[in-house]
């Protein structure tokens, strides 16, 4: 472990090669694998755990205790994946008594000044462009794709594979596959240049395209399209994940933008 002019707390865990720049402050009961750089000016609180190969860049605060007024002191924690870039003056805040925890998966890059509020779960290879702003208890899916300076309402969900325009205020689900933008946030189309990079088939797309024309163009409401859809469209692992979503949705998902 390489330490400059950096105060750690005598209890942190850090493996061997980990890289610290000076003026860094890692507070007790810190996890930090194997492999990860810890940038300069980088404050890594009480409850945090980063995984291997992860680069954090200056400014970031992890671990901060929520901005919540429900917080009471519980212990709660914040949970960073591997290979995850952090970059600078991103705020990541612990979980509260509602989860327990804030969660970021694997291969995720969090560009400079996003927030990430108590009791967000993150997915899988997530890219959140710059000031992307989640507020508490949000979900975002595997490969989700968020644009610069987007808003997030608390307790939305974004499904896997979506793609949102930057700028975006999203106060409803945005379910999996789609792309998504205007203002108010309406349906855009189905993300399938970010399929195809991903390996999905023409019929994998045309079969998702063939469902979100169903809720969004047929004049349906939700309810009645999902049915059609069951009874209509082959069953398939992306026909079973939107409609699960789309089942599951308490805050109800974004409208079609026609």
Do not use: W
């Not at 404050?43 to 992860?54: A, M, S």
């Not at 859809?229 to 069953?235: G, Q, S, V």
């Amino acid at each position: 472990m390489k330490q400059l002019l950096a105060y750690v707390h005598p209890d942190a865990q850090l493996a061997p090669n980990v890289v610290i720049e000076p003026f860094v402050t890692i507070d007790k009961n810190v996890k930090i694998g194997a492999g990860t750089h810890i940038g300069s000016n980088v404050t890594i609180l009480e409850g945090t755990t980063i995984g291997d190969n992860c680069n954090i860049f200056p400014g970031a605060v992890i671990g901060a205790i929520p901005q919540d007024l429900k917080f009471h002191g519980e212990k709660t924690d914040v949970i960073i994946g591997n290979n995850c870039n952090i970059r600078e003056c991103v705020t990541i805040h612990r979980g509260t008594a509602s989860k327990g925890h804030t969660v970021i998966g694997n291969n995720c890059l969090i560009m400079a000044y996003c927030h990430v509020a108590h009791d967000c779960f993150l997915r899988n290879n997530i890219i959140m462009s710059n000031s992307v702003q989640l507020a508490g208890e949000c979900q975002i899916g595997d490969y989700a794709v968020i644009g610069g300076g987007t808003l997030v309402h608390q307790f939305t969900h974004i499904g896997c594979h979506s793609m949102i325009q930057g700028g975006s205020r999203i106060n409803k689900d945005i379910p999996p596959y789609i792309t998504a933008g205007r203002d108010p946030i309406t349906y855009a189309g189905i993300n399938s240049i970010g399929l195809r990079r991903r390996g999905y088939s023409n019929e994998q797309i045309n079969n998702i395209q063939d469902i979100y024309r169903l809720i969004f163009n047929s004049g349906l409401n939700v309810t009645d399209a999902i049915e059609r859809i069951e009874k209509e469209l082959p069953a398939t692992a992306e026909r079973d994940e939107i409609i699960l979503f789309i089942r599951e949705s308490s805050r109800g998902i974004l409208r079609s933008g026609r």
